[in-house]
């Protein structure tokens, strides 16, 4: 699916995903974990996979002090224990948790809103 956003010029949006493979400024990215924000992307955030979380991985992000966090999981919608996400809870930075395409058009909404947003995405 392609995605078409004519405002929020300069930003990282997410241009269109598919089966294993997401755009970001009509750049692919495929099957590798990575967190984008409004102005940077960092590739290979957790590539072992879901299975490998470890509060570690939500310390990058709670150190990229967005106001909200985005998780997208793959295919399916999967929570990580509250053990692991400790680190965005005692920031007081709010963790959402979705499959990944939904997690990148809800980015896509709150960087063009101008909101301090950070989308990590696994793909296994």
Excluded at 24 to 48: F, G, K, M
Excluded at 63 to 91: C, K, S, Y
Aim: with cysteine; charged share 20%; glycine share 8%.
């Amino acid at each position: 699916m392609k995605f078409h956003l004519n405002q929020a010029e300069g930003l990282n949006l997410f241009t269109g995903y598919g089966d294993g493979h997401v755009f970001v400024n009509q750049q692919r990215h495929d099957e590798t974990s990575l967190v984008v924000t409004p102005e940077d992307i960092l590739r290979d955030w957790c590539d072992a996979g879901y299975e490998q979380l470890s509060p570690a991985h939500f310390a990058i992000l709670r150190d990229l002090h967005p106001e909200v966090a985005l998780l997208g999981t793959g295919t399916q919608q999967r929570f990580p224990h509250p053990r692991l996400t400790a680190p965005l809870i005692d920031a007081g930075i709010g963790l959402e948790v979705m499959d990944t395409r939904a997690a990148c058009r809800t980015y896509n909404i709150l960087a063009a809103e101008g909101r301090r947003v950070a989308i990590a995405l696994l793909w296994r």
